[in-house]
């Protein structure tokens, strides 16, 4: 449905270009739960932005392609004029944002920016606007739906916010989603009712969604299939039983190890050394990683450009020692 | 025009044209001509016809703030609307100046309400007999009532109208009496040269008394807030639109009879603050008349020749530097108390540059000329003082403060544009003597103070008379009543004496001459002030404009303005 | 873990109110009391808004009580008034790591001004080269390199700002460290670099912590003992893995059902329905009240007590669940 | 949380203001009273004598105590008599209804010609951040506040009306040749088309036109600086970034979205800059001769003439209390949270 | 000190705008510094030979009314222009902070107290009480700068309260109390150096503003006494001229006051960037 291959955006600021994302791909089939995986500054959400065309203006696809391809349209998501990338926008593909609170438009009551999306990509007639919107309120299990209508962001709970960023986002059935950190400041109850909504809304919908996290444990709960980025790169893409089991990037098996769970004990819990690379470098090496890597060889790791090495089909991962 | 009174033989006769002269003949006089009235307006008929001419002129710097000038705080250019807007009994005659200008002529009293006059028999009172068929603006017609209510009003209200009136020994409205609807009689109470020049002036206007009546309070007895807003006269203009600080409107009118019917019937005076916006309207024809001209748009604009320009120097007027002459100010001790240092003062004044650069030429200097021992009563007349440095710095030497000392020269914003380049370079002058001066520029309002007060070393002065007379002048600038227009404070007794004693005389008097020349010569000794120049009145026209005549009060009389 | 010497911090009844409009008070901290011993780890945990960020400033003394005391080695400190305590002796005592690094560095002072500001006002150490040595020691300490120190905040990485705040804590070798959510804002491979750097810390320097965090999974790693808060009162107290495995009160039960994982699938208990409102809070009704899947009569009609279930473990609840939880 | 009703807001606002105007009053009482002229030297003419004086001064009531002259004119200011202005001869009361009109037109005309300019072309610097319409913009802004407003005017009057001729004399509200239209609102511009006088109208534009861009250039300034800095941050904020994803219309994203909210500091500084203006017209109005209220509080500060300066004093606090109510109710309008204590 | 240098290189170099308002502002202060020693007469000197003449070889900004050379007026005021700004501005800026700081940081009753202050101040139109000030006190250089000072006291007041308000809540703050700051001490070490470079841009600014003030100040008449030479009188006096052809007077020091505040506004973000050590890379 979606195929992404050999993405590389750059930002030129001040200080320098910075090589956000390079020669990233992956796909998405439909229905299918993607999580894109990785600490802060790996590249998750630029690429989510980039996908949907909503980059900083300092930002710049320099390479690549972004194949979208549903019943209705197939396009390649970097190259199509704005114009038509907006028709796109909301209506086959769309996106749920980190902090729902700054995420929805602060003076415009929360129903009506649901209405908006309805109007410009739907031909509901005005009056049918708000019975649809009030639809919508209603699916993502929003309490007392009418009265939430008027309401305003900052008379919302964060958790109510997120629910009607889904409602937004979901507002004309998109069969792409993609949730860019969707729980984060949520309390940990609250994050497994979100979760589970946008898992069932998912399903009943045959929806594609992409879940970008931080947290691998919560990927590992709702996602098929994980994608880890590490400072721009992919670094190993699989199955999720696949990549817990059996993680073949020395990346993953880290990050899994440093990730806290309900089992672990404290001895278990194996921090990562060192920090991402400083993606401005003009010398960065071949593989992004090297500086952390426990078994980082020069003469095996820096000759040539990264590479791909398939394990299975459903299970890749880019680096020259896998475990 | 045929000469009319006696007022005029006697003058004929007189070497110096002298006001006295007129008045003398005019209290002797048993008869005045009674066929003044048609006379008159004989000479309106001479002028051109009434036409629906529309008249604008601007003014700046102080815009006319009432409609009653006998009201407290009544401003100057309320003079002039005021001036047309009411009659007085009598006015003045016209007379041409050497340059063509037409000037009012202060030696000839003639009818203006009052059709004639005659002096009592004791030269204790005058009869005046009004016209039968004045009306005032809104039809009334004019009595004997309405005049005496007026006189009384001037000589009651207070400020400045009492005390002009006072200053004519008019001062007790029991001087004033109706005799009949059409007679009214002025007791003097002594003899004064003033007296009848002085119903001549602006102030006792005639007021419709009965269309102010109705607005009498006991806190306002003569309606001063009614008539500070409303017109009230019989005038030739009545009254249009006022819109304080921004317009005033006048319309000719009609049934007007005290004088030949004016040929502008509309007249619109406008208030621009700007001097440059000012001259630029003018320049571009959008208006007929710039009252308010500085020294150098007087210069320019008549070098552009585009313009009919008038320039009369004004009488009895002086722009002056005064020196504060006790020997204490402001308990410290006064520099300028020292003769010595005020003439050396006078000496380093560099006069020519502050005519230059000052005043562009357009002022009558008033130095330079003289002697010490005057020989003429004419007033103002030139100092024997010129810039000479050499003399300056000797006298300095000579006195107290042979290396001088730091004093201050304050002047009035109001007439900024020639005094700060004055002041200026009497500051970069004294300085040569060792005399450091500080500039001290006063907001309009507080210079009032300033002159009150006399608390400043130095000012620069502009002071001038309604009543061309030197001891009328003196009085208020050298005696030691210390009036608020002696600047420095100069209290000599033996000026008083001459002062005093040429106040009682008359002109044409031998002691009158005598007291005159002998308190101009001691002004020129003990130079308590710098006389710098006689100022001009200018105002600039559209070609079109003409008729244009010099007031005493110095506003504009439209009535006798033609445009073509 | 328990003894009978007195304990370093006593918590009694202590209350935060804060007046919100017209006879309107928000019960920030309601009534809480517990007691932390010398060299022990309590963690604090509880959702965002449940008051946990004001009894920790309650007790770092940021914030002057409305009611209750605070017993802290043998002073009582709720009485002196937060504008006198930065001269308190006690000041040195009782420190904190704040939770944003970036917040709470002053953005013009440069790692060494940070870590050396404690000492300067609080300590007898003085003079530049008793500080710079002092606070290369620190900086070791804490894993930061010493060219780090002449940087300014933004000039440092999340893991490194939190390595200087955790620093200028311990500068003054406190008593009591409190920790606020030290690592909610960083990365999960630094949070793990930053538990261990703590744990460490508390080993070396003797301290006791005060943890809080909304993550009872982290809490967990570092913890002896839990305090469980929910809209400012404390719902559950016990020992880290009796509260773990056996959770008492229905609403820690559900938080801790909500704690992702690589391996189980998801069976969160869900609570529904809005949090009450703090704002002038029923006192006879459970706080969870509307929320709880148990919520009976009894629930809204007396405000259940802490009470002692098993051994120095409590809930307050009048049904407390008393199943296993199937991890 | 709780929501207010417009009514309180307004009530509370008013409440709040009055420790401020009391403030005002005492200040500029005291502030007229230090002025160094003697009203009573200046208004007895130039030849008074000291008894003059000294009647005028009793007359004015300048010879009483501070405090009793204080009280008296509280006493009069509760009866709405701000007393009688001096040097144009009015009631203060009539000079101030007649002329604010006329600043209030030409202030509110610069607000509209200055807001035309600003908003556009700071939104304008915003969508293109560091580009040379960016700098273009904040240079042509920067240099129409860097000029005194009375040299921009003079300058401007000399260009159009005396070189070129194609602006109106700088004669105030109306050329010579028309007369004001009646007194319904005083604002010329409503008055003469409410009365139907297309003519009038023009003409009282034309007049309006060079005085309000003179004083509007200099307000150009911080609104378009503040316009380009809001929505600059409005156009990088994430529901900015929502919208855009959500495939909303770009002019949709860019006024519906962005400008609204970038609207609320904008409104806050329209504030500043409209009391800004009020007073820079002080020296507009004496450049053109526009009758307002600002060049009538000179002549009577140079006069001392008290009662003027306290009323005009008074009546620009009453309306910086008013601007700031409207400026409050338009936040009400605009955001929804502003009504709201939390 | 090495760095600082490299750091303001560095700021300056980025963007031109900052960098020629740099330039032009140390254009102004070394002018400001020579004074007398580069003008190429006596300011003050008067020659009525020479009274209002055009821009010459001689005479580059054309003479006065005084036939004083308009070009060494316009430098000699240079130095008191940037003084009257500079005093005017830091009077208030001083005064302004100090009780900004404290009303923001103590809330209460001292925030409502100022508060008020600042209302009622900022009910008066600023340039209505500017001139009222200067009528009052006389028109000297010391009250325009009082006067100047008064008026923008609740600009600063206001902005830093409200900054400091914002910040009073930050980790910094409660940092600061925790490591033994007492409140005054947190007001001047921790808060106020933070709110500074949001400051900067206003301080420059207000810098203009002062100049313009007291040009408007010249114009109806309260400005600095003769034949003292400052740019705003020079403007004031010389509009006058323009109708009548003399544009030189009023041009060239209104040329030269206008870059000077054109130059203030530019270099306030220029300031900011430099004063804040997060543009520090």
């Given at each position: 449905?979606?195929?992404?291959?050999?993405?590389?955006?750059?930002?030129?600021?001040?200080?320098?270009?910075?090589?956000?994302?390079?020669?990233?791909?992956?796909?998405?089939?439909?229905?299918?739960?993607?999580?894109?995986?990785?600490?802060?500054?790996?590249?998750?959400?630029?690429?989510?932005?980039?996908?949907?065309?909503?980059?900083?203006?300092?930002?710049?696809?320099?390479?690549?392609?972004?194949?979208?391809?549903?019943?209705?349209?197939?396009?390649?998501?970097?190259?199509?004029?704005?114009?038509?990338?907006?028709?796109?926008?909301?209506?086959?593909?769309?996106?749920?944002?980190?902090?729902?609170?700054?995420?929805?438009?602060?003076?415009?009551?929360?129903?009506?920016?649901?209405?908006?999306?309805?109007?410009?990509?739907?031909?509901?007639?005005?009056?049918?606007?708000?019975?649809?919107?009030?639809?919508?309120?209603?699916?993502?299990?929003?309490?007392?739906?009418?009265?939430?209508?008027?309401?305003?962001?900052?008379?919302?709970?964060?958790?109510?916010?997120?629910?009607?960023?889904?409602?937004?986002?979901?507002?004309?059935?998109?069969?792409?989603?993609?949730?860019?950190?969707?729980?984060?400041?949520?309390?940990?109850?609250?994050?497994?009712?979100?979760?589970?909504?946008?898992?069932?809304?998912?399903?009943?919908?045959?929806?594609?969604?992409?879940?970008?996290?931080?947290?691998?444990?919560?990927?590992?709960?709702?996602?098929?299939?994980?994608?880890?980025?590490?400072?721009?790169?992919?670094?190993?893409?699989?199955?999720?039983?696949?990549?817990?089991?059996?993680?073949?990037?020395?990346?993953?098996?880290?990050?899994?190890?440093?990730?806290?769970?309900?089992?672990?004990?404290?001895?278990?819990?194996?921090?990562?050394?060192?920090?991402?690379?400083?993606?401005?470098?003009?010398?960065?090496?071949?593989?992004?990683?090297?500086?952390?890597?426990?078994?980082?060889?020069?003469?095996?790791?820096?000759?040539?450009?990264?590479?791909?090495?398939?394990?299975?089909?459903?299970?890749?991962?880019?680096?020259?020692?896998?475990? | 025009?045929?000469?009319?009174s006696l007022i005029k033989t006697s003058v004929g006769l007189a070497a110096g044209i002298t006001l006295a002269n007129g008045l003398k003949a005019c209290s002797s006089a048993e008869s005045p001509s009674t066929d003044a009235a048609s006379d008159s307006s004989s000479d309106g008929s001479s002028g051109a016809k009434p036409t629906d001419a529309r008249l604008t002129m601007v003014q700046g710097g102080g815009f006319p703030n009432s409609l009653d000038l006998h009201r407290v705080g009544t401003n100057r250019p309320a003079y002039g609307i005021s001036w047309v807007m009411y009659d007085r009994l009598m006015t003045f005659g016209q007379k041409e100046l050497p340059d063509g200008t037409l000037s009012y002529d202060y030696t000839q009293l003639e009818p203006e309400l009052a059709e004639s006059w005659e002096m009592a028999e004791d030269g204790m009172s005058v009869t005046f007999k009004l016209r039968?068929?004045?009306t005032f603006h809104d039809g009334a017609p004019v009595t004997a009532q309405d005049v005496k209510w007026s006189y009384d009003r001037a000589v009651s209200i207070g400020g400045f109208p009492t005390f002009q009136m006072k200053a004519g020994a008019l001062e007790n409205p029991d001087q004033f009496e109706v005799v009949d609807d059409h007679t009214f009689r002025v007791k003097f109470l002594r003899p004064d040269k003033l007296t009848m020049i002085d119903m001549a002036v602006p102030i006792p206007v005639i007021i419709n008394s009965e269309l102010v009546k109705p607005h009498l309070t006991d806190a306002d007895p003569w309606g001063a807030e009614w008539l500070n807003v409303n017109d009230a006269g019989g005038g030739a203009y009545q009254l249009g639109e006022f819109k304080p600080n921004e317009r005033i409107t006048l319309t000719r009118f009609e049934d007007w009879k005290s004088g030949p019917l004016?040929?502008?019937?509309?007249?619109?005076?406008?208030?621009?603050?700007?001097?440059?916006?000012?001259?630029?309207?003018?320049?571009?024809?959008?208006?007929?008349?710039?009252?308010?001209?500085?020294?150098?748009?007087?210069?320019?604009?008549?070098?552009?020749?585009?313009?009919?320009?008038?320039?009369?120097?004004?009488?009895?007027?002086?722009?002056?530097?005064?020196?504060?002459?006790?020997?204490?100010?402001?308990?410290?001790?006064?520099?300028?108390?020292?003769?010595?240092?005020?003439?050396?003062?006078?000496?380093?004044?560099?006069?020519?540059?502050?005519?230059?650069?000052?005043?562009?030429?357009?002022?009558?200097?008033?130095?330079?000329?003289?002697?010490?021992?005057?020989?003429?009563?004419?007033?103002?007349?030139?100092?024997?003082?010129?810039?000479?440095?050499?003399?300056?710095?000797?006298?300095?030497?000579?006195?107290?403060?042979?290396?001088?000392?730091?004093?201050?020269?304050?002047?009035?914003?109001?007439?900024?544009?020639?005094?700060?380049?004055?002041?200026?370079?009497?500051?970069?002058?004294?300085?040569?003597?060792?005399?450091?001066?500080?500039?001290?520029?006063?907001?309009?309002?507080?210079?009032?103070?300033?002159?009150?007060?006399?608390?400043?070393?130095?000012?620069?002065?502009?002071?001038?008379?309604?009543?061309?007379?030197?001891?009328?002048?003196?009085?208020?600038?050298?005696?030691?009543?210390?009036?608020?227009?002696?600047?420095?404070?100069?209290?000599?007794?033996?000026?008083?004496?001459?002062?005093?004693?040429?106040?009682?005389?008359?002109?044409?008097?031998?002691?009158?001459?005598?007291?005159?020349?002998?308190?101009?010569?001691?002004?020129?000794?003990?130079?308590?002030?710098?006389?710098?120049?006689?100022?001009?009145?200018?105002?600039?026209?559209?070609?079109?404009?003409?008729?244009?005549?010099?007031?005493?009060?110095?506003?504009?009389?439209?009535?006798?303005?033609?445009?073509? | 873990?328990?003894?009978?010497?007195?304990?370093?911090?006593?918590?009694?009844?202590?209350?935060?109110?804060?007046?919100?409009?017209?006879?309107?008070?928000?019960?920030?901290?309601?009534?809480?009391?517990?007691?932390?011993?010398?060299?022990?780890?309590?963690?604090?945990?509880?959702?965002?808004?449940?008051?946990?960020?004001?009894?920790?400033?309650?007790?770092?003394?940021?914030?002057?009580?409305?009611?209750?005391?605070?017993?802290?080695?043998?002073?009582?400190?709720?009485?002196?008034?937060?504008?006198?305590?930065?001269?308190?002796?006690?000041?040195?005592?009782?420190?904190?790591?704040?939770?944003?690094?970036?917040?709470?560095?002053?953005?013009?002072?440069?790692?060494?001004?940070?870590?050396?500001?404690?000492?300067?006002?609080?300590?007898?150490?003085?003079?530049?080269?008793?500080?710079?040595?002092?606070?290369?020691?620190?900086?070791?300490?804490?894993?930061?390199?010493?060219?780090?120190?002449?940087?300014?905040?933004?000039?440092?990485?999340?893991?490194?700002?939190?390595?200087?705040?955790?620093?200028?804590?311990?500068?003054?070798?406190?008593?009591?460290?409190?920790?606020?959510?030290?690592?909610?804002?960083?990365?999960?491979?630094?949070?793990?670099?930053?538990?261990?750097?703590?744990?460490?810390?508390?080993?070396?320097?003797?301290?006791?912590?005060?943890?809080?965090?909304?993550?009872?999974?982290?809490?967990?790693?570092?913890?002896?003992?839990?305090?469980?808060?929910?809209?400012?009162?404390?719902?559950?107290?016990?020992?880290?893995?009796?509260?773990?495995?056996?959770?008492?009160?229905?609403?820690?039960?559900?938080?801790?059902?909500?704690?992702?994982?690589?391996?189980?699938?998801?069976?969160?208990?869900?609570?529904?329905?809005?949090?009450?409102?703090?704002?002038?809070?029923?006192?006879?009704?459970?706080?969870?009240?509307?929320?709880?899947?148990?919520?009976?009569?009894?629930?809204?009609?007396?405000?259940?007590?802490?009470?002692?279930?098993?051994?120095?473990?409590?809930?307050?609840?009048?049904?407390?669940?008393?199943?296993?939880?199937?991890? | 949380?709780?929501?207010?009703?417009?009514?309180?807001?307004?009530?509370?606002?008013?409440?709040?203001?009055?420790?401020?105007?009391?403030?005002?009053?005492?200040?500029?009482?005291?502030?007229?009273?230090?002025?160094?002229?003697?009203?009573?030297?200046?208004?007895?003419?130039?030849?008074?004598?000291?008894?003059?004086?000294?009647?005028?001064?009793?007359?004015?009531?300048?010879?009483?105590?501070?405090?009793?002259?204080?009280?008296?004119?509280?006493?009069?200011?509760?009866?709405?008599?701000?007393?009688?202005?001096?040097?144009?001869?009015?009631?203060?009361?009539?000079?101030?209804?007649?002329?604010?009109?006329?600043?209030?037109?030409?202030?509110?005309?610069?607000?509209?010609?200055?807001?035309?300019?600003?908003?556009?072309?700071?939104?304008?610097?915003?969508?293109?951040?560091?580009?040379?319409?960016?700098?273009?913009?904040?240079?042509?802004?920067?240099?129409?506040?860097?000029?005194?407003?009375?040299?921009?005017?003079?300058?401007?009057?000399?260009?159009?009306?005396?070189?070129?001729?194609?602006?109106?004399?700088?004669?105030?509200?109306?050329?010579?040749?028309?007369?004001?239209?009646?007194?319904?609102?005083?604002?010329?511009?409503?008055?003469?088309?409410?009365?139907?006088?297309?003519?009038?109208?023009?003409?009282?534009?034309?007049?309006?036109?060079?005085?309000?861009?003179?004083?509007?250039?200099?307000?150009?300034?911080?609104?378009?600086?503040?316009?380009?800095?809001?929505?600059?941050?409005?156009?990088?904020?994430?529901?900015?970034?929502?919208?855009?994803?959500?495939?909303?219309?770009?002019?949709?994203?860019?006024?519906?979205?962005?400008?609204?909210?970038?609207?609320?500091?904008?409104?806050?500084?329209?504030?500043?800059?409209?009391?800004?203006?009020?007073?820079?017209?002080?020296?507009?109005?004496?450049?053109?001769?526009?009758?307002?209220?600002?060049?009538?509080?000179?002549?009577?500060?140079?006069?001392?003439?008290?009662?003027?300066?306290?009323?005009?004093?008074?009546?620009?606090?009453?309306?910086?209390?008013?601007?700031?109510?409207?400026?409050?109710?338009?936040?009400?309008?605009?955001?929804?949270?502003?009504?709201?204590?939390? | 000190?090495?760095?600082?240098?490299?750091?303001?290189?560095?700021?300056?170099?980025?963007?031109?705008?900052?960098?020629?308002?740099?330039?032009?502002?140390?254009?102004?202060?070394?002018?400001?510094?020579?004074?007398?020693?580069?003008?190429?007469?006596?300011?003050?000197?008067?020659?009525?030979?020479?009274?209002?003449?055009?821009?010459?070889?001689?005479?580059?900004?054309?003479?006065?009314?005084?036939?004083?050379?308009?070009?060494?007026?316009?430098?000699?005021?240079?130095?008191?222009?940037?003084?009257?700004?500079?005093?005017?501005?830091?009077?208030?800026?001083?005064?302004?902070?100090?009780?900004?700081?404290?009303?923001?940081?103590?809330?209460?009753?001292?925030?409502?107290?100022?508060?008020?202050?600042?209302?009622?101040?900022?009910?008066?139109?600023?340039?209505?009480?500017?001139?009222?000030?200067?009528?009052?006190?006389?028109?000297?250089?010391?009250?325009?700068?009082?006067?100047?000072?008064?008026?923008?006291?609740?600009?600063?007041?206001?902005?830093?309260?409200?900054?400091?308000?914002?910040?009073?809540?930050?980790?910094?703050?409660?940092?600061?109390?925790?490591?033994?700051?007492?409140?005054?001490?947190?007001?001047?070490?921790?808060?106020?150096?933070?709110?500074?470079?949001?400051?900067?841009?206003?301080?420059?600014?207000?810098?203009?503003?002062?100049?313009?003030?007291?040009?408007?100040?010249?114009?109806?008449?309260?400005?600095?006494?003769?034949?003292?030479?400052?740019?705003?009188?020079?403007?004031?006096?010389?509009?006058?001229?323009?109708?009548?052809?003399?544009?030189?007077?009023?041009?060239?020091?209104?040329?030269?006051?206008?870059?000077?505040?054109?130059?203030?506004?530019?270099?306030?973000?220029?300031?900011?960037?430099?004063?804040?050590?997060?543009?520090?890379?």
């Amino acid at each position: 449905m979606l195929a992404v291959e050999n993405l590389s955006v750059e930002f030129r600021t001040r200080s320098g270009v910075v090589k956000a994302l390079e020669a990233v791909g992956f796909t998405i089939q439909p229905g299918e739960t993607v999580g894109i995986v990785g600490e802060s500054g790996s590249g998750k959400s630029v690429m989510a932005f980039t996908l949907l065309g909503v980059l900083d203006r300092a930002g710049q696809v320099t390479a690549g392609r972004a194949l979208f391809q549903t019943d209705s349209v197939a396009v390649d998501l970097l190259k199509e004029p704005e114009s038509s990338l907006r028709q796109l926008r909301g209506k086959e593909l769309s996106m749920i944002f980190q902090n729902p609170r700054t995420a929805l438009n602060p003076i415009r009551r929360v129903g009506r920016q649901i209405a908006d999306v309805l109007r410009c990509h739907t031909d509901l007639p005005e009056a049918d606007l708000r019975s649809k919107a009030l639809d919508m309120l209603a699916s993502v299990r929003i309490p007392d739906p009418d009265k939430r209508f008027d309401a305003y962001p900052y008379e919302l709970s964060g958790g109510l916010c997120q629910r009607i960023m889904i409602a937004l986002a979901l507002a004309c059935s998109p069969h792409l989603l993609i949730a860019d950190e969707p729980t984060t400041g949520l309390d940990v109850t609250t994050q497994a009712t979100v979760m589970n909504l946008i898992k069932d809304l998912a399903e009943q919908r045959q929806m594609a969604t992409i879940l970008i996290t931080h947290d691998l444990a919560l990927a590992a709960e709702y996602c098929d299939r994980i994608v880890v980025m590490h400072a721009g790169h992919v670094v190993e893409s699989a199955p999720t039983r696949s990549l817990f089991t059996h993680p073949r990037h020395p990346y993953t098996a880290k990050l899994i190890a440093a990730t806290p769970e309900p089992h672990k004990s404290f001895a278990e819990l194996i921090p990562i050394g060192g920090n991402l690379p400083d993606l401005k470098a003009a010398d960065l090496p071949p593989c992004r990683f090297s500086y952390r890597c426990d078994y980082f060889e020069p003469s095996v790791c820096n000759q040539t450009p990264l590479s791909r090495e398939f394990l299975s089909p459903q299970h890749q991962v880019a680096c020259w020692k896998p475990l | 025009m045929r000469r009319r009174s006696l007022i005029k033989t006697s003058v004929g006769l007189a070497a110096g044209i002298t006001l006295a002269n007129g008045l003398k003949a005019c209290s002797s006089a048993e008869s005045p001509s009674t066929d003044a009235a048609s006379d008159s307006s004989s000479d309106g008929s001479s002028g051109a016809k009434p036409t629906d001419a529309r008249l604008t002129m601007v003014q700046g710097g102080g815009f006319p703030n009432s409609l009653d000038l006998h009201r407290v705080g009544t401003n100057r250019p309320a003079y002039g609307i005021s001036w047309v807007m009411y009659d007085r009994l009598m006015t003045f005659g016209q007379k041409e100046l050497p340059d063509g200008t037409l000037s009012y002529d202060y030696t000839q009293l003639e009818p203006e309400l009052a059709e004639s006059w005659e002096m009592a028999e004791d030269g204790m009172s005058v009869t005046f007999k009004l016209r039968q068929d004045a009306t005032f603006h809104d039809g009334a017609p004019v009595t004997a009532q309405d005049v005496k209510w007026s006189y009384d009003r001037a000589v009651s209200i207070g400020g400045f109208p009492t005390f002009q009136m006072k200053a004519g020994a008019l001062e007790n409205p029991d001087q004033f009496e109706v005799v009949d609807d059409h007679t009214f009689r002025v007791k003097f109470l002594r003899p004064d040269k003033l007296t009848m020049i002085d119903m001549a002036v602006p102030i006792p206007v005639i007021i419709n008394s009965e269309l102010v009546k109705p607005h009498l309070t006991d806190a306002d007895p003569w309606g001063a807030e009614w008539l500070n807003v409303n017109d009230a006269g019989g005038g030739a203009y009545q009254l249009g639109e006022f819109k304080p600080n921004e317009r005033i409107t006048l319309t000719r009118f009609e049934d007007w009879k005290s004088g030949p019917l004016p040929q502008i019937q509309e007249v619109i005076v406008l208030n621009v603050p700007e001097a440059g916006n000012r001259r630029a309207l003018l320049e571009k024809g959008d208006i007929d008349v710039n009252y308010d001209l500085t020294e150098k748009d007087q210069k320019e604009i008549a070098a552009m020749g585009e313009f009919t320009m008038a320039s009369t120097p004004i009488e009895n007027c002086l722009y002056s530097i005064d020196m504060h002459t006790n020997a204490q100010l402001k308990g410290a001790e006064n520099p300028f108390a020292d003769v010595k240092v005020r003439q050396a003062v006078a000496y380093a004044m560099p006069y020519d540059a502050i005519m230059q650069t000052a005043l562009y030429d357009q002022a009558v200097p008033m130095y330079g000329e003289g002697t010490f021992d005057p020989d003429s009563t004419t007033w103002p007349q030139p100092t024997p003082y010129k810039t000479d440095m050499e003399q300056a710095k000797k006298l300095i030497a000579e006195s107290a403060y042979p290396n001088g000392f730091e004093t201050s020269l304050a002047f009035d914003l109001g007439n900024q544009e020639w005094a700060e380049p004055t002041v200026v370079l009497i500051q970069e002058s004294l300085a040569e003597l060792g005399i450091k001066v500080g500039i001290e520029k006063v907001p309009n309002a507080n210079f009032r103070s300033v002159l009150v007060e006399k608390s400043r070393p130095m000012i620069v002065n502009n002071f001038g008379g309604w009543l061309n007379y030197p001891d009328y002048f003196f009085f208020y600038a050298y005696h030691g009543q210390d009036a608020t227009f002696n600047g420095s404070s100069y209290q000599n007794p033996e000026m008083d004496k001459m002062i005093e004693a040429a106040l009682a005389s008359k002109p044409g008097e031998p002691e009158y001459a005598e007291n005159v020349e002998g308190f101009i010569e001691m002004a020129w000794e003990e130079m308590p002030r710098v006389p710098l120049v006689q100022p001009k009145l200018s105002v600039a026209m559209q070609n079109n404009v003409s008729g244009y005549q010099y007031w005493f009060h110095r506003q504009l009389d439209f009535r006798q303005l033609e445009k073509a | 873990m328990l003894n009978s010497q007195p304990p370093l911090l006593q918590v009694k009844n202590l209350t935060k109110t804060f007046p919100v409009g017209k006879d309107a008070h928000l019960h920030a901290v309601d009534q809480v009391s517990f007691t932390l011993q010398s060299g022990e780890s309590v963690g604090l945990v509880g959702e965002s808004g449940c008051g946990k960020s004001t009894l920790v400033r309650l007790i770092t003394r940021l914030l002057d009580v409305t009611a209750g005391e605070i017993h802290f080695d043998d002073a009582i400190l709720s009485t002196i008034a937060v504008r006198q305590f930065p001269q308190n002796p006690y000041r040195a005592g009782i420190q904190l790591v704040f939770q944003d690094p970036t917040d709470s560095l002053n953005p013009r002072f440069t790692a060494y001004d940070t870590i050396t500001e404690p000492i300067k006002r609080l300590s007898s150490v003085q003079g530049r080269q008793q500080l710079q040595a002092r606070a290369a020691e620190l900086a070791d300490l804490v894993g930061l390199p010493q060219d780090l120190l002449s940087r300014f905040p933004h000039q440092l990485s999340g893991g490194q700002k939190a390595r200087v705040g955790i620093a200028r804590a311990i500068a003054l070798n406190p008593k009591l460290l409190v920790l606020d959510e030290p690592t909610s804002a960083l990365d999960v491979s630094v949070q793990a670099v930053i538990l261990h750097l703590l744990a460490d810390l508390k080993k070396r320097l003797g301290m006791s912590y005060l943890f809080v965090s909304h993550d009872l999974n982290v809490v967990r790693l570092l913890c002896d003992r839990v305090l469980v808060m929910y809209l400012g009162k404390i719902v559950e107290s016990g020992p880290v893995e009796q509260i773990f495995n056996h959770p008492r009160h229905p609403y820690t039960e559900a938080l801790i059902s909500a704690i992702p994982s690589f391996t189980a699938q998801p069976h969160p208990i869900p609570l529904t329905g809005e949090p009450r409102s703090p704002i002038n809070p029923n006192p006879s009704v459970c706080r969870l009240y509307g929320r709880c899947p148990k919520g009976e009569d009894l629930c809204h009609q007396v405000m259940p007590e802490l009470t002692e279930l098993s051994s120095n473990h409590q809930a307050a609840c009048h049904f407390p669940v008393s199943s296993d939880l199937a991890v | 949380m709780a929501r207010y009703s417009t009514g309180k807001i307004v009530g509370r606002r008013i409440l709040g203001a009055i420790p401020s105007v009391i403030g005002v009053v005492i200040v500029t009482f005291l502030l007229t009273r230090s002025l160094p002229g003697d009203p009573a030297a200046f208004f007895a003419g130039p030849a008074a004598t000291a008894e003059a004086i000294e009647e005028i001064r009793q007359n004015l009531g300048l010879d009483k105590s501070l405090p009793e002259q204080f009280l008296i004119y509280i006493g009069e200011l509760f009866r709405g008599d701000l007393g009688v202005s001096l040097t144009t001869g009015q009631t203060v009361l009539y000079d101030l209804l007649t002329r604010l009109p006329a600043s209030l037109e030409l202030t509110l005309a610069a607000l509209v010609f200055a807001i035309a300019l600003a908003l556009p072309l700071g939104i304008l610097a915003a969508t293109r951040p560091n580009s040379w319409i960016d700098h273009g913009v904040r240079l042509l802004a920067t240099a129409g506040v860097s000029l005194p407003t009375f040299f921009t005017g003079l300058f401007l009057i000399y260009v159009l009306y005396y070189l070129w001729g194609i602006v109106p004399a700088p004669l105030g509200r109306l050329d010579i040749l028309n007369s004001p239209p009646p007194q319904i609102t005083g604002f010329y511009l409503i008055d003469s088309l409410l009365i139907g006088d297309l003519g009038l109208f023009w003409a009282a534009a034309a007049q309006l036109f060079l005085p309000a861009v003179t004083l509007g250039l200099f307000a150009l300034a911080p609104l378009a600086r503040v316009t380009r800095a809001s929505m600059l941050g409005m156009l990088s904020s994430d529901f900015i970034r929502t919208a855009r994803a959500s495939g909303l219309p770009p002019r949709q994203v860019l006024f519906g979205y962005a400008f609204r909210n970038a609207m609320l500091p904008v409104v806050t500084t329209l504030g500043v800059v409209f009391s800004f203006l009020l007073g820079a017209n002080i020296l507009v109005e004496k450049v053109f001769a526009w009758p307002g209220i600002g060049s009538y509080a000179v002549e009577a500060l140079v006069a001392s003439d008290y009662a003027p300066i306290q009323g005009f004093i008074l009546t620009m606090a009453l309306l910086y209390v008013v601007l700031n109510l409207l400026i409050d109710l338009l936040y009400v309008v605009i955001d929804p949270r502003a009504g709201v204590e939390s | 000190m090495t760095t600082t240098l490299k750091h303001t290189r560095y700021i300056i170099s980025q963007n031109g705008i900052t960098f020629g308002a740099f330039s032009l502002f140390f254009g102004f202060v070394l002018i400001a510094v020579l004074g007398n020693a580069i003008a190429p007469y006596d300011p003050l000197a008067s020659n009525s030979a020479i009274a209002l003449q055009p821009p010459t070889a001689l005479h580059w900004f054309g003479t006065d009314q005084l036939g004083r050379d308009v070009l060494s007026r316009v430098i000699v005021a240079t130095r008191l222009d940037l003084g009257i700004a500079v005093l005017a501005v830091a009077m208030s800026f001083v005064i302004g902070s100090i009780l900004g700081t404290c009303a923001g940081y103590f809330g209460g009753w001292t925030d409502r107290i100022v508060s008020r202050c600042i209302d009622t101040l900022m009910a008066f139109p600023l340039f209505v009480l500017a001139m009222g000030l200067v009528a009052a006190l006389g028109n000297s250089i010391e009250n325009i700068i009082y006067a100047t000072a008064i008026i923008n006291l609740p600009l600063y007041t206001r902005v830093i309260r409200s900054e400091v308000l914002v910040r009073r809540e930050a980790g910094f703050v409660e940092a600061a109390r925790l490591t033994g700051n007492g409140d005054w001490r947190i007001m001047a070490r921790h808060l106020f150096p933070n709110v500074l470079p949001v400051m900067m841009v206003h301080l420059s600014l207000n810098m203009g503003w002062a100049i313009l003030n007291a040009a408007g100040l010249s114009f109806i008449g309260l400005g600095v006494q003769p034949p003292t030479a400052e740019w705003g009188i020079m403007v004031a006096e010389g509009a006058t001229y323009i109708v009548s052809g003399e544009w030189w007077l009023a041009l060239f020091p209104g040329a030269v006051l206008m870059l000077a505040v054109f130059c203030f506004n530019l270099l306030g973000d220029g300031l900011r960037d430099l004063i804040d050590p997060r543009m520090r890379t």
